[in-house]
Nanobody, 120 residues
Framework: VHLQESGGGLVETGGSLRLSCAPS????????MGWYRQVPGHTRELVAS???????KYGDSVKGRFTISRDYFKHTVALQMNSLQPEDTAIYYC???????????????WGQGTQVNVSS
């Protein structure tokens, strides 16, 4: 099983995008899920995370503009990004602490990344 992202693309400054992330097949459960982003040549930074209890955390640069949500039945996670700025341009990666079957262990899975470009 792996995670699959969708929803990236090109948007103008001030615009919005919604990213989605889902397991490639049905899984038994998920704990923390979230999003990181990375600009080439820079370290990956946390954008937002959400626990299985619904507690959300955000990176300082996106607070008030981005909203993370999840579907507890499908074990998917989404990121609504509003008021996008050129500095939000990056590759966005979703991750999830996932258990595939009741008898398997927990694994932290990552998506392949989706490009978000914000034009000035």
């Amino acid at each position: 099983v792996h995670l699959q992202e969708s929803g990236g693309g090109l948007v103008e400054t001030g615009g919005s995008l919604r990213l989605s992330c889902a397991p490639s097949k049905s899984v038994f459960g998920a704990n923390d899920m979230g999003w990181y982003r990375q600009v080439p040549g820079h370290t990956r930074e946390l954008v937002a995370s959400i626990t299985k209890d619904g507690d959300a955390k955000y990176g300082d640069s996106v607070k008030g503009r981005f909203t993370i949500s999840r579907d507890y039945f499908k074990h998917t996670v989404a990121l609504q990004m509003n008021s996008l700025q050129p500095e939000d341009t990056a590759i966005y990666y979703c991750y999830g602490d996932v258990i595939e079957h009741q008898w398997t262990g927990w694994d932290v899975l990552w998506g392949q990344g989706t490009q978000v470009n914000v034009s000035s």
